[in-house]
């Protein structure tokens, strides 16, 4: 059974910086693509940032330059570092997984809330 926790979220002031982690079991993890979701209640969940088994990253728009997501095959462990955060950065963020040759990410964390307020 897949389970992902993340841990790291809080609330952070504008301009700051938070790092998010996420531990992941019941996967052969080398094999799984991983990423980072945020959603607002009452709206679509949307992609912050993925990375491939390979190391292939991919992020959204509105993150590039200031996200990074990484992996640690050794540790089952993706994180996600965030800097100069935004007011309009905060959101629950989600841990995701997808078997490499799956279309869709279909397996979540509970997710972590981030908030960036002054």
């Known amino acids: 059974q897949v389970q992902l926790v993340e841990s790291g979220g809080g609330l952070v002031q504008p301009g700051g910086s938070l790092r998010l982690s996420c531990a992941a079991s019941?996967?052969?993890?080398?094999?799984?693509?991983m990423g980072w979701y945020r959603q607002t209640p009452g709206k679509q969940r949307e992609l912050v940032a993925s990375?491939?088994?390979?190391?292939?990253?991919n992020y959204a728009e509105f993150v590039k330059g200031r996200f990074t997501i990484s992996r640690d095959n050794a540790k089952n462990t993706v994180s996600l570092q965030m800097n100069s955060l935004k007011p309009e950065d905060t959101d629950v963020y989600y841990c995701?997984?997808?078997?490499?040759?799956?279309?869709?990410?279909?397996?979540w964390g509970q997710g972590t809330p981030v908030t960036v307020s002054s």
């Open positions: 019941g996967i052969s993890f080398s094999l799984y693509d």
């Open positions: 995701s997984a997808k078997v490499w040759y799956s279309r869709s990410f279909n397996n």
């Open positions: 990375i491939s088994r390979s190391g292939t990253t």
